[in-house]
Nanobody, 117 residues
Framework: QVQLVESGGGLVQAGGSLRLSCAAS????????MGWFRQAPGKQREFIAAITGAGSTNYADSVEDRFTISRDNAKNTVYLQMNSLKPEDTSVYLC???????????WGQGTQVTVSS
């Protein structure tokens, strides 16, 4: 099993920035990629960004010019730098991991991000 713990959420004004962190522990060998999703009340879970062990990244169109995903392999931690935040970015942000390029298997509990207008 892999345990994922997110941190860094909070309340920020529109136009501001936040950096989320996701620390992985447990059986972290052979993790293919880690990613970030978000889910607002009453809405479907939405893919935000992902990064492979080799450092390849991909983003949702809605955040590509504003968010940056990165990882520190020595710390088993993935980050999501969020800039130019908008009220519509308000959501619970969840970290995820998978061992192959298929379904996301491991999930964190999420961290709340609230952007005020």
């Amino acid at each position: 099993q892999v345990q994922l713990v997110e941190s860094g959420g909070g309340l920020v004004q529109a136009g501001g920035s936040l950096r989320l962190s996701c620390a992985a522990s447990g059986s972290i060998y052979r993790i293919y990629s880690m990613g970030w999703f978000r889910q607002a009340p009453g809405k479907q879970r939405e893919f935000i960004a992902a990064i492979t062990g080799a450092g390849s990244t991909n983003y949702a169109d809605s955040v590509e010019d504003r968010f940056t995903i990165s990882r520190d392999n020595a710390k088993n931690t993935v980050y999501l730098q969020m800039n130019s935040l908008k009220p519509e970015d308000t959501s619970v942000y969840l970290c995820a991991a998978r061992r192959s390029n298929e379904q996301w298997t491991f999930w964190g509990q999420g961290t709340q991000v609230t952007v005020s207008s």
